[in-house]
């Protein structure tokens, strides 16, 4: 996620640590969340993500990435 950040955003990168921070603290609010809370906040900030996800499954490359 923090790699993908950076490149997207380069005048960042000097901000690397904080960011990684947050990113962190983010991570572990969102974890702690019951499931239908976190599809419901994810339905307000990107109603159009989960066709994106369907469309990656469909692929193969969502479910081979979410493996590790």
Do not use: H, W
């Not at 969340?33 to 994106?52: G, H, R, V």
């Amino acid at each position: 996620m923090i790699g993908k950040i950076l490149a997207e955003n380069p005048d960042l990168r000097s901000n690397a640590k904080e960011i990684s921070k947050i990113a962190m603290e983010l991570s572990k609010e969102v974890g702690a969340m019951p499931l239908s809370e976190q599809q419901k906040k994810l339905e307000e900030i990107a109603p159009d993500f989960e066709s994106t996800v369907k469309v990656r499954k469909k692929k193969g490359t969502y479910a081979k990435k979410c493996r590790g």
